[in-house]
């Protein structure tokens, strides 16, 4: 999220590759990791990671020049969301080897 701000790359040209990333690991994922998987994107955005997540985000937009904190604090909470989705995912994977 954080090269994100910094680079000042739309959340679409993130969100949207690892959202299909996830797509194809789910097909190649055992069954049950899937739905492991995607409950842990619910553990992860809890009442404390998303607000501290969200301060350092548009607190670090506020300081660079050029940047939008609003445009760039949006899609954060998804970003969040999926990196430990994608990591149980291919952990399922790995662990049929």
Do not use: H
């Not at 909470?77 to 399922?92: E, M, Q, R």
Request: cysteine-free; aromatic content about 4%.
């Amino acid at each position: 999220g954080l090269l994100k701000i910094l680079n000042n790359i739309p959340s679409r040209n993130v969100i949207l590759p690892m959202m299909v990333l996830a797509g194809i690991l789910v097909l190649l994922a055992p069954e049950e990791f899937v739905g492991i998987a995607f409950d842990s994107a619910s553990a992860t955005t809890g009442p404390v990671n998303i607000p501290i997540n969200m301060a350092i985000a548009i607190g670090l937009a506020n300081v660079i020049s050029n940047v939008d904190p609003l445009l760039n604090g949006f899609g954060l909470v998804g970003l969040t969301s999926l990196g430990p989705t994608l990591t149980v995912l291919i952990l399922g994977i790995l662990s049929r080897r």
